[in-house]
């Protein structure tokens, strides 16, 4: 005789959204699509129920990789199941009282999904579905079967963005199909951070982290909204010349005398037949990033073409520039690169021929999204129009070239790279030797919620605030 499960589902009771997901029938059905929506909490609760309900069933669940499976999925369901079932590391399988079992999988790579040919199940969980591709997901899909009676059903957890968000798109937003495909096998069950009382409760910073991101990755991760990923890439960058002197609401400022004591960093983009890029940075005292200088070897008659210098030419003039310039000379620069640099199949590396010069540099973090998003919170501007980054008006292809740059058709949250990305790549290099938390939107007015306002009875425009700390001031000499 089979054993009866009994669990709980937690301390909490799912959101409206989330039992929506926990009653859907179809046999496809995604949930979310945005962040934050409790949807890896819905994976873990429908997955255990259905363990519990169906004795015998086989139910896979899936993540890119396993770190994210782990610390999603298995962690927690191993701790919420308890007695009722116990885990095997080695097959990383979770097996039931009552003969049920869930698998974890995961697909970093073609090659791991290769392992699963052979595997079947009745019920398939993709969370972070977006991030895989149609083909990995067709490879997945074609496990679920078998002849048992169970229901067969493939529950997908999404937000707009990732190599997936067109195949996902097109099935459960836009609804698009194609002849096998029955439209009536399709619901999407939309979730989005608002929706999730839970987190709401929690972190209430999250949600005002997400606000305070540039519109379209607004409207994608808080609203849920799939048609954004198009256009300009630095939306949020912003060049206003009446600006220049005040330094609010522009990131290109009058260059002014970089003051002793601020530290100087160099980020550099290697380019041959397209353009390399080297950037000169400074930190205030405040952590607030200025482009002091730039190196642009691209061409002026043709964009995106390189000067084709060797490299001993590029770091000896890279030399020249930090012991000559008045800004530079004699001072500690940390230098920062691509780490494709070090690279040394074909003799002696860039990096290598950069030291014979001097020129020093750490290896840069190239993970690309994380370092988009911290250029993105760099160029974020305060309540009184501040940003994290400046840049001085002599830097021009910076201010050329960042604004011609589109968002890949292709990998929704990434940049182009068939446009103009040198100066873009070694930026996101220098932000991410420096990594910021988000700058967040002001928080809500509580001085008219609060109590205390009754019985104070002054009008808030009556109270001054206090006076803002003197900026650095800009020293022009009258020329650039
Ligand atoms: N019904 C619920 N009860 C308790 N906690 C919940 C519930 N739904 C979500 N949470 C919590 O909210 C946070 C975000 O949920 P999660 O499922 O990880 O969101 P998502 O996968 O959509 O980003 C997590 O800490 C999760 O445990
Ligand atoms: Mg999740």
Known sequence: MTKTCTIPLGDRAPSPKQTEFMRAGTKYVAFGGARGGGKS???????????????????????????????????????????MAEYREQTKELTFINGSVILFRYA???????????????????????????????????????????PKRIYLTCNPGGIGHAW??????????????????????????TDN???????????????????????AWLDGDWDIFEG????????????????????????????EGWTLYRSFDWGY??????GWWAIDFDGVAYRILELYGGRDDSPNEGLKWTADRVFAEIHRIETEHRWLKGRRIHGVADPAI?????????AETAARHQVFFDKGDHERLPGWMQVHYRLAFDEAGFPMMYIFKNCKAFIRTMPLLQYDE??????????????ADEVRYFCMARPIKPRMTPPPDTYRHSPMFVNLDIPKEDIIAKPRRKRVEVITHGKE
Not at 53 to 69: A, C, D, N, Q, S
Not at 110 to 128: A, M, N, P, R, S
Not at 200 to 206: G, L, R, V
Not at 410 to 423: F, I, N, Q
Request: charged residues 30%; glycine residues 4%; aromatic residues 12%.
């Open 342 to 350: 070090w690279n040394a199949e074909y003799g002696e590396s860039i």
């Open 273 to 278: 037949a397209r353009p390399f890029s080297c």
């Open 108 to 150: 970093a790579n073609e090659k791991d999904l290769d392992k699963y040919q052979g595997t079947e199940c009745d019920v398939l969980f993709i969370d972070e579905a977006t991030q895989f591709t149609e083909e990995q997901y067709d490879k997945f899909k074609a496990c679920v079967r078998g002849v048992n009676g169970f």
């Open 232 to 259: 300009q890439f630095f939306e949020d960058f912003v060049d206003r010349p009446e600006q220049y002197q005040s330094r609010q609401w522009t990131h290109v400022i009058e260059p002014f005398e970089v003051p």
């Open 168 to 193: 996902v798109k097109r099935l459960f937003v836009d609804r698009i199909y194609k002849d096998a495909e029955n439209p009536a096998d399709y619901a999407f069950i939309k979730s989005k951070v």
């Open 197 to 219: 009382p839970a987190l709401m409760d929690t972190n209430p910073d999250y949600i005002r982290q997400l606000e305070a991101l540039p519109p379209k990755l607004r409207k």
């Open 41 to 83: 909490w819905a994976v873990r609760a429908k997955a255990k129920l259905l363990a519990a309900y169906y004795p015998g069933i086989k139910i896979m669940i899936v993540r890119r990789t396993y770190p994210e499976l782990r610390a999603n999925h298995i962690n927690q369901l191993r701790a919420e199941t308890g007695d």
């Open 410 to 423: 292709h990998k929704p949250e990434d940049l182009d790279t068939d446009g103009e990305d040198h100066v």
